[in-house]
């Protein structure tokens, strides 16, 4: 079957760096991607890896093992407005997503 | 703004009642997408247009019915609401070019009591 898995939740540290792990197992791939959803929004895109490696933008950065079917968002210099769930999802052969249940990131003072 | 616009924002309604939620994009997109999400559950695709014209079963698509009349609009109906149809409901569109990027609206809050 397919499946997506990332921690529920997870806290840290204004100014610190997080990293958030998935792992996948779907039919076929074609991209792994990431979302931010605020709670009470839509899901807003940040980040898509297809081939294996890190991909920067910023303060945010994403890696994609595809031998491993993981994949990690890693946050810098954590900032208050980045509490929200993050949403890993990949694209199976289909071109359909197959989406996690999302990882609540709670940034403390 | 471009965008996606959907209604109604939140809504409750008794179960065996028919009710549309409405969901319009204005970036001309040829994609469009229904997903419901659940607490603890990942977003589960409903059904999907690839074009204006066609429609396709995702996930879950029992209780729901769709049309694609044009290329802006993408209603979603469900015939007789129950109460496990309760969920918050986002329409998504993409241009299927590149990485397929989804773009959302607000979300449809529905409570079927």
């Known amino acids: 079957g397919q499946n997506i898995d990332q921690p529920t939740e997870m806290t840290a540290t204004e100014g610190a760096i997080v990293q958030i792990n998935c792992t996948y197992q779907t039919s076929g791939f074609n991209g792994l991607f990431w979302y931010q959803q605020h709670a009470g929004e839509a899901p807003t895109f940040l980040s898509y890896?297809?081939l294996d490696g890190l991909e920067e933008k910023g303060r945010f950065s994403s890696f994609l093992s595809r031998s491993k079917g993981y994949s990690y968002l890693l946050l810098k210099e954590l900032q208050m407005k980045d509490s929200a769930s993050y949403l890993c999802?990949?694209?199976?052969?289909?071109?359909?997503?197959?989406w996690g249940a999302g990882t609540k990131l709670i940034i403390k003072p | 703004i471009a965008g996606i616009t959907q209604a109604p924002t939140s809504q409750i309604l008794a179960a065996g009642r028919r009710m549309t939620l409405r969901c319009t994009q204005d970036m001309r997109h040829n994609a469009m997408y229904w997903y419901r999400q659940d607490l603890g559950l990942g977003l589960r695709l409903i059904h999907y247009?690839?074009?204006?014209?066609?429609?396709g079963k995702g996930e879950v698509p029992d209780g729901y019915s769709v049309s694609r009349a044009n290329t802006d609009d993408f209603p979603l109906t469900l015939a007789s609401a129950v109460p496990s149809q309760t969920s918050v409901y986002f329409c998504?569109?993409?241009?299927?070019?590149?990485?397929?990027?989804?773009?959302f609206g607000a979300g449809s809050r529905l409570t079927v009591l």
């Open positions: 890896n297809v």
């Open positions: 999802a990949s694209m199976d052969s289909n071109y359909q997503l197959i």
């Open positions: 998504a569109s993409s241009d299927r070019s590149g990485a397929n990027v989804l773009t």
């Open positions: 247009s690839n074009t204006a014209g066609t429609t």
